[in-house]
């Protein structure tokens, strides 16, 4: 029994080194069990034509690739599916159309739970959770945890008074996209702030938005800022208001707003595209006090010219925990600030570790 | 029939375009018809987009045709006949829980799609050696690139006051950010100027024929 082992055994050692044609097909590693990647080396033989296969449950062979090249890998992610048995074929034929070499090689389609390509986006995403976990527990636990002045949120106070004053609304733009956009949730958050101080101020606020979910989402934070500002008979639910979805009809609509309601201060909070210059010059040529913010970089250049205060990409994330100085917000923001510093450090570390030819950190860091 | 309905459309667009432009004198009746018809023509453009093209294809049909193999689109299906309950003032607070679920999800992917995207992917972008490239102009661009990037993270720290050495470091990040705006604000006037000569031929071309369109 030991002897027929040893001599099969023999056999096929004889015949995998007998082979001219390397040719393997593999699981391709950290993915969804999706695809199969397939390399080969046929340097060893003169081909003229060559191709490899891929046989289904029944046997029936189909083309994956035709090769043109006597060295190479490729990837085949058509219809492959996790945990079934994949047959692949590397066939050669020589100029005769003659069969010179067939290799097959099976393999099975895994899915992975880690992608290890990625474990540097995974360990700064659990220093950068740590920290903003270890800052809320600090500022819960009462320490006074520092933010310096942001000009644009010191305004709000100005223009909500302002407004106030001359008996006139102030009119809040969440932006114009739905709330699958951090910048809209940002939005809404000072537009809580907002409504607080004009709640207790009994001044006028009028939001009208361009997404359902955002006006679903404005009313009830209006509608709790009243209510936290102990004033909810003052609570207008027509306040909020759903004008349309398209761009440009929602910009139409605005426009008239402040031109006949003629607000004194102007919040334009959230995510912006071309409307952005449209609303904040009408609000200028209004003669209102406007306080801008948004992370869309081709957006800020209008707003920095046409409003008297702009918060600039991530201040307006900020904002919310400027204005409530919560401890779970404060937290957050002080976090991100240790992420910053972390980015700062790591950076001025891999110029220096480029520049003397060591390239370890940044492919350490690198994720497709 | 057809040649009527063509030249009918291209009269409306006159009109409303005046209409619209007329708002550069000041506010007026005409504005404001213009005005309220685009704003409820688009509306209403928008709620039959809304059922044809996204109810009916990603949620009606995939249920009446295999309801099995799509049984799962019923979870969005509900959430947004709760997001509906706000049309009744006692059951208005079912709605929340959808909003909920909205706002956490979108924090917790972007969350991880921003920390890619906008840090490690501009962290490794700007981790390079700035003295190659052999060309001056290209080590000078590289070397602005680095500073730029380094103060402007620098002026959206919060933890600590803008003053001495640090103050002026982020003094450094605000030029940059503003001198970066000022290109972008010329750049797109430019596009803009583009949509001014848009319709200007649409004036000229298609409704005057002064021009060839």
């Known amino acids: 029994m030991k002897k027929t082992i040893l001599m099969l055994f023999l056999f096929s050692a004889s015949l995998l080194f007998s082979q001219d044609i390397f040719f393997e097909a593999v699981d391709n590693p950290n993915d969804d069990g999706c695809a199969i990647q397939l390399r080969w080396d046929a340097s060893n033989i003169s081909s003229t034509k060559m191709n490899i296969e891929r046989k289904d449950d029944g046997g029936e062979a189909s083309l994956v690739q035709k090769v043109d090249k006597a060295e190479g890998e490729y990837m085949d992610g058509e219809d492959i599916k996790p945990s079934i048995e994949y047959v692949y074929c590397f066939s050669a034929w020589d100029e005769n159309d003659q069969l010179i070499e067939k290799v097959e090689s099976v393999v099975f389609a895994k899915a992975q739970w880690f992608n290890s390509e990625k474990i540097s986006l995974l360990i700064l995403a659990l220093i950068i959770t740590a920290a903003i976990l270890f800052f809320i527990y600090s500022a819960k636990s009462g320490k006074e945890l520092y933010i310096r002045k942001i000009a644009g949120l010191e305004s709000i106070d100005e223009s909500v008074g302002r407004a106030t004053e001359m008996g006139r609304p102030i009119l809040f733009i969440p932006g114009i996209l739905d709330l699958d956009d951090m910048q809209t949730i940002a939005g809404l958050t000072i537009l809580g702030k907002v409504a607080h101080k004009a709640a207790e101020y009994d001044a006028e606020i009028i939001v009208p938005v361009c997404r359902s979910m955002v006006l679903s989402t404005a009313k009830e934070v209006v509608k709790e800022a009243y209510l936290k500002a102990g004033r909810p008979d003052a609570y207008n639910p027509d306040s909020v208001f759903y004008l349309t979805d398209d761009q440009f009809g929602y910009v139409a609509g605005v426009d008239g707003i402040i031109m006949r309601e003629k607000p004194a201060a102007n919040f334009l909070m959230g995510a912006f595209y071309a409307e952005s210059l449209i609303l904040a010059e009408t609000g200028f040529a209004s003669g209102a006090i406007q306080t801008a913010g948004t992370a869309m970089p081709s957006q800020l250049p209008f707003f920095v010219v046409a409003c008297d205060y702009t918060l600039i990409g991530e201040e307006l994330f900020a904002a919310s925990a400027y204005l409530s100085k919560e401890p779970n917000q404060l937290g957050s923001l002080k976090g991100q600030d240790l992420g910053k510093a972390l980015f700062v450090i790591l950076l001025a570390i891999g110029i220096v570790l480029e520049i003397s030819g060591v390239h370890f950190l940044k492919d350490f860091l690198t994720v497709y | ?213």
């Open chain 2, 1 to 213: 029939m057809e040649h009527f309905f063509s030249v009918l459309g291209i009269w409306l667009g006159v009109l409303f375009t005046f209409a619209i432009f007329s708002f550069l004198y000041k506010d007026n009746p005409v504005y404001k018809v213009a005005e309220q018809i685009f704003v409820g023509l688009s509306a209403g453009y928008w709620f039959v987009y809304t059922i044809y093209f996204i109810l009916i294809p990603n949620l009606f049909d995939p249920l009446i045709n295999d309801f099995a193999g799509n049984w799962i689109k019923l979870i969005p299906a509900v959430l947004g006949i709760m997001m509906l309950m706000r049309l009744m003032p006692k059951t208005g607070w079912v709605s929340r829980f959808p909003i909920a679920l909205v706002i956490g999800t979108t924090s917790g992917v972007f969350f991880l799609r921003y920390l890619k995207s906008d840090v490690i992917n501009q962290l490794t972008a700007t981790m390079m050696n700035p003295f190659t490239g052999g060309d001056w102009v290209v080590i000078i661009g590289q070397i602005m690139l680095i500073v730029g990037t380094l103060t402007g993270v620098i002026y959206f720290y919060f933890s600590k006051k803008h003053e001495g050495a640090f103050g002026a470091t982020a003094k450094v990040g605000i030029y940059f950010l503003m001198i970066s705006f000022g290109a972008a604000f010329g750049y797109t006037a430019m596009a803009r100027i583009s949509l001014l000569i848009g319709r200007l031929q649409f004036l000229l071309g298609d409704w005057l024929g002064i021009i060839s369109p």
